[in-house]
């Protein structure tokens, strides 16, 4: 577990070496305003959950509008982010679950939880996985915990961080121990080089900060191009 710890530290600072301490917003957003832009996120990339998250707040001045609003409203309203009728169903589904269990339409009482009662509370919920609970620990409550997406299952485990063959069993591997305060840029920066470089079919490994420690067996290095910047992080952008 210390030499995992270890591992992940000297990942995250070549990363940092590579792409800079990433931009955090430490103003954490609102619990359910990260919730409902991270399941918007599911299936799409976030220049479109973006929009469809902006669509949504220009549209309504609360969240408790949607208690009585039409579903297909609301689908309607985020269909730039595609998947909108099971988005806008769990959207809806949790706006009505919170006004009957607590009177309003607000998570905060999450905010006290520990991460395992975050996400239990969280996933109980039809379109609200791990990683979705997960987002919310690190984006909205500030936790040092770090969601797994499929560039970051991937990545670690091409690496050989974890050997894990489902995200939701390296989450579990790569969270048992994780380095304190490391959680933040060692996710993003990691989702930027799957995007930009540990690319699914063709990792450029001659770009790669990581390719002296990475363990991957099949690491490419005939690729000549370089990847597409694409750092901009939804969830450190819902204010
Ligand atoms: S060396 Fe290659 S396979 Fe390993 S992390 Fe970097 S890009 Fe991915």
Redo the contacts with the bound molecule.
């Keep these: 577990m210390k030499a995992q710890a270890k591992f992940i530290k000297e990942v995250n600072s070549l990363l940092i070496k590579k792409f800079g301490v990433p931009f955090s917003n430490r103003n954490f957003p609102d619990p359910l305003d990260l919730l409902i832009a991270t399941i918007l996120s599911q299936n799409t990339n976030d220049n479109n959950s973006y929009k469809a998250f902006n669509n949504l707040k220009s549209h309504y001045k609360s969240w408790n509008e949607l208690i009585n609003e039409k579903r297909v409203k609301i689908e309607k309203i985020i269909r730039v982010a595609g998947l909108a009728e099971q988005k806008s169903s769990a959207i809806k589904s949790i706006v009505v679950y919170l006004n009957k269990k607590n009177g309003e339409v607000s998570l905060d009482y999450i905010k006290k939880f520990s991460d395992e009662e975050v996400i239990n509370e969280l996933t109980r919920h039809k379109g609200i996985g791990v990683k979705t609970a997960s987002c919310v620990l690190l984006f909205a409550l500030g936790r040092n915990v770090c969601p797994v997406d499929t560039h970051v299952h991937?990545?670690v485990n091409?690496?050989g961080i974890v050997k894990e063959n489902t995200p939701g069993k390296s989450f579990s591997t790569l969270n048992r121990n994780f380095p304190e305060g490391a959680a933040h840029s060692f996710h993003t920066n990691l989702i930027r080089?799957?995007r930009e470089?540990?690319?699914p079919s063709k990792?450029?490994?001659t770009?790669?900060?990581?390719?002296k420690i990475?363990?991957?067996k099949?690491?490419?290095f005939e690729y000549k191009g370089r990847g597409k910047q694409r750092d901009f992080m939804l969830l450190d952008n819902v204010t």
């Design positions: 991937r990545t091409r690496l080089l799957g470089i540990c690319t990792p450029n490994c770009e790669c900060p990581l390719n990475c363990t991957y099949k690491k490419n």
